[in-house]
Nanobody
Framework: QVQLVESGGGLVQAGDSLRLACAASARTGLRYAMGWFRQAPGKEREFVASIDWSGHRTTSTDPDKGRFTISRDNAKNMAYLDMNNLKPEDTAVYYC?????????????????WGQGTQVTVSS
């Protein structure tokens, strides 16, 4: 129901900031939550942040992810993830996901649409 394309990944140095973008294509009138997840090599995919259609944010329970801020622009069908003070352990493939029932929760099982991911590599 929602097609997603991520962009903005790349190779950065520790301490840098980066903005990821997610372009969404959905049928007119659909209200959906957006989430960002990431998967590091050899690890399970994990929740980063989410935002529902009205702009309510859900953050990770990991305080270290307080460096990340999710936002969205409904008029442009875009979601963003601003990442500050990046660390080598932030290296991962970052995925954008949409929940067509607009719940915006942490559990990835509730997201029914996924992008292909964008690689973020942070060098020390």
């Amino acid at each position: 129901q929602v097609q997603l394309v991520e962009s903005g990944g790349g190779l950065v140095q520790a301490g840098d900031s980066l903005r990821l973008a997610c372009a969404a294509s959905a049928r007119t009138g659909l209200r959906y939550a957006m989430g960002w997840f990431r998967q590091a090599p050899g690890k399970e995919r994990e929740f980063v942040a989410s935002i529902d259609w009205s702009g309510h944010r859900t953050t990770s329970t990991d305080p270290d992810k307080g460096r990340f801020t999710i936002s969205r622009d409904n008029a442009k069908n875009m979601a963003y993830l601003d990442m500050n003070n990046l660390k080598p352990e932030d290296t991962a493939v970052y995925y954008c996901a949409a929940d067509s029932l607009d719940r915006g929760v942490r559990d990835q099982l509730w997201y029914d649409n996924w992008g292909q991911g964008t690689q973020v590599t942070v060098s020390s």
